[in-house]
Nanobody, 115 residues
Framework: QVQLVESGGGLVQAGGSLRLSCVAS????????MGWYRQAPGKQRELVAS???????NYADSVKGRSTISRDNAKNTVYLQMNSLKPEDTAVYYC?????????WGQGTQVTVSS
């Protein structure tokens, strides 16, 4: 059983910053991909950023230059530092870990950016 718990969401003004954290626990294979996704009301869930256990990263164009994904493999933790936040970044942010062809999701954390 794999569990993920996100934290760090909240309400922030446009231009502000937030740091999201996600801790994975359970039977986790050391070679994996961890990532952040978001889903705004009425929209499909989309990738924000991902990171392999080897350090390769990928970002959505909408957050490039404003966000940084990082991870602590020893703690099975992934972070998302988001800067220069915009109202359009408002969404529920979900953490995901993938390995052995399986995806495991967290419960999500709300990020609201006010204008």
């Amino acid at each position: 059983q794999v569990q993920l718990v996100e934290s760090g969401g909240g309400l922030v003004q446009a231009g502000g910053s937030l740091r999201l954290s996600c801790v994975a626990s359970g039977s986790i294979f050391k070679t994996n991909v961890m990532g952040w996704y978001r889903q705004a009301p009425g929209k499909q869930r989309e990738l924000v950023a991902s990171s392999t256990s080897g350090g390769l990263t990928n970002y959505a164009d909408s957050v490039k230059g404003r966000s940084t994904i990082s991870r602590d493999n020893a703690k099975n933790t992934v972070y998302l530092q988001m800067n220069s936040l915009k109202p359009e970044d408002t969404a529920v942010y979900y953490c995901k870990i993938a390995f052995w062809g399986n995806d495991y999701w967290g419960q999500g954390t709300q990020v609201t950016v006010s204008s």
